[in-house]
């Protein structure tokens, strides 16, 4: 009697549509299409015909039920559930083993979360491959996501950086019936294919799709037409990154890209917070990888450099491995890189970062050990009175340290104090690097390896600069003082005109009359208050530019540095170069040539000097590569002068004013990026013109002509709201752009006519879409005569086979008949037993 009530008590567990709960699996019986398994969240799984329209088999499972598995021969029901473990149940025909015949908890016997999804495919002339997801150890590792792959003696927990959506395996063979050949796995972050037919399972490198955040984006950097011998060397540099990666092909086939070549090599540099640097093939519609640089193997960090993170510890159990390139930890954030520039002509690489490092990279086809000495610069000159409140410089390596091949340090210059570096530009010509931070900016010349001159643009006001980026103290105080002090201003300034208007009001509206019957009605201008010289960072670095114009008179042109401030200060200097054979031994000197202080103190943003024809002057190295021509030096030069706020021209050598755009007092929005293009016509190849394309607060794109500072179209391009969206944009040199959408995404633009990059891409969808599995007939359906007439119908039963199973999802009479089974189980089981007992 104690078995008969434990058989009642199961079966009456389940009576009632409330206690089955939802539908948590839905599985196709693979050798006949008529029969699918049910799985409900309390555990019961039902067998249905669908062609019977009845229940034909119930198991019941004691645990909450995550996912089902029918195996191909059709002879098991795999069920994966809540407490981490899973069961195998037998299928003999019209019977079913209730009993399961395995019940395995893969990971100890302690609590452990989910398996949410369980596979089992077979092979040729082996043991089949398990797969699952989660089901580790809740107290250990209840954070690590995870799928297990047990195949044979091998068994390995492939540990994700992000939450697992879904894996599928890819079959070998013409129709893909074969061995198991790939895992596809979608997680948060990525996509990530497994290699399972070669030794050790590596990963295939994903052609598109690869996380460009594997590491979050901290800077960019485009620069466009690359010299071919510099792209196969980057290339080669990155083929000897890949040799863990599988030498299989890309198992997803996505179409046919039907895009022409693209006209020039461009390369797209990400630097990241983890301090690393990416080089992305920007040439076409797709980012592909193809370098990664890894710069904090110059410093101390709390990792070891030489620690393979794919490899886990000997006997770990469970067996984890790292795998997939999304890596959202950084080991210490003052790695971080904020600015890149490459030159693309010599094969120079300068990067800075966050603790105000700055390296000078060379491009290097084989490894190297060396050590690299810092240089420090102190950009205070030893002021007293200012106490750095930031974070701690970087701690370099003393030992000498092997650099793989491809781009190598060689020369390291240390800001004191350790600010983020805001501005960065290098000359290989002159082999010079210019930097600035915060507190002032300097000169370096990475042949010698000494410091030209050190220029401290520091206000002794400004404490918030001595505080740093990582640290999170803000006067109160101090701004409450700067909003107090700009109130009194304006109404000192309301005060006074009051006191004079009624003395010159007949004396304005004549001169207005006089003015207005003269000239054209000029557009309303709203009025901008004059920033105050106390405001935070006034002596914050912008923009660095080097130039070879006139300075100290018309006739004589000299190497130059110019400087802009985030006071609207600019500082231009004159830089005396040795002679080439003297190069090694003399040093370089530079002395102030110039100083600007523009009357609304608005940040400066860029800084260009346009030649005799108003043109830009060219790159370093570019007219003696033959890809520019030389700048006019008869004619006067000009100086342009971005600030936020309105664009000006000067006058050289005398720095006069000349014309100037006022963009903020006509519609009230500020500049916060802008580079110069050329836009090459349409319709002539041999035509084009330089302009200033400009992004501003707003998101919306100017194009201002050149020189004659006029401006020409406007096109919003990103929402006003995406500030991140609006900080990370960087321009091209042919009138494109590119900023983040989101952590992982680029979105790519154009304004001009002539440089477009579109998709053209094809799909070939086969014409017959029926199912390709080989399905097994009924024993009683086996003949000859019905095969065309069941080959012809085919489409047909898949089609009601797939109605019919969304049917089964919502349908109530479904249930009710499985509920009435359910009952008439009971009652058969009931009078068999008290049959059997009588007798």
Known sequence: MGLIVLELDISYDYVGRRNLEHVEALKENPVDPNQIVIGYGRGLMVIWDLEKQCARHHIPATQQL?????????????????????????????????????????????????????????????????????????????????????????????????????????????????????????????LVVIDLQTEDWPVIQTPYLVPLHSSAITCSHHISAIPLKLWERVIAAGLLQSTHYSKKPWPIIGGQNLAPDPPQRDLMLTGHEDGTVCFWDASGVCLYPMYKLSTAIVFHTDTDPNDNLNQGTEGEWPPFRKVGCFDPYSDDPRLGIQKIHLCKYSGYLTVAGTAGQILVLELNDEAAEQIVEAKVVDLLLGQEGFRWKGHTRLDVREDPVLFPPGFQPFALVQCQPPAVVTALVLHTEWKLVAFGTSHGFGLYDYQQKNNVFIRCTLNPMDQLAMEGPLSRVKSIKKSLRQSFRRIRRSRVSLRKHHVNNAAKLQDANARLEAELAEMELAPVQRKIEARSSDDSFTGLVRTLYFADTFLSDSSHNTPSLWAGTNGGCVFAYMLRLPPIEHRADEPITAQPAKEIQLMHRAPVVGIAVLDGHGAPLPEALEVAHDLARSPDMHGSHHLLVISEEQFKVFTLPKVSAKMKLKLTAMD??????????????????????????????????????????????????????????IASCVFTKHGQGFYLISPSEFERFSVSTRNQVEPRCLVEVPLYSGTTRQHRPPPDKVSSSHGNARHDSEDAESAARRVMEHALLNDEKVLQEIQKSLEGDQTSFLENHIKSAVA
């Open 668 to 725: 009230g929005s500020r500049v916060r990026r802008v580079g110069i293009a050329w836009f090459g016509s349409s319709r002539s190849e041999d035509y084009g013109e330089s302009g200033l394309v400009v992004l501003t607060n707003q998101g919306d794109i100017h194009v201002v002509s050149l020189p004659a500072v006029k401006l020409q179209v406007q096109y919003p391009c990103i929402r006003r709201e995406d500030v991140s969206g």
């Open 66 to 190: 995550e996912s089902v598995w029918w195996t191909e021969d059709g002879s098991y029901i795999l069920s994966s559930h809540s407490d981490g473990s899973y069961c195998r149940w037998m299928v003999e025909g019209d019977d079913v083993n209730e009993d399961e015949e395995k019940s395995d908890i893969p990971y100890g016997h302690f609590p452990c979360k989910a398996i949410s999804k369980i596979v089992q495919l077979p092979t040729e002339k082996g043991p089949p491959f398990l797969l699952f997801s989660g089901g580790m150890p809740r107290a250990s590792y209840g954070d690590r996501h995870c799928i297990t792959v047990i195949h044979s003696k091998t068994h390995e927990a492939l540990d994700f950086t992000s939450r697992i959506i879904d894996f599928f395996v890819i079959r070998g063979g013409p129709q893909h019936t074969g061995d198991p050949s790939a895992l596809v796995v979608l997680v948060e972050e990525e």
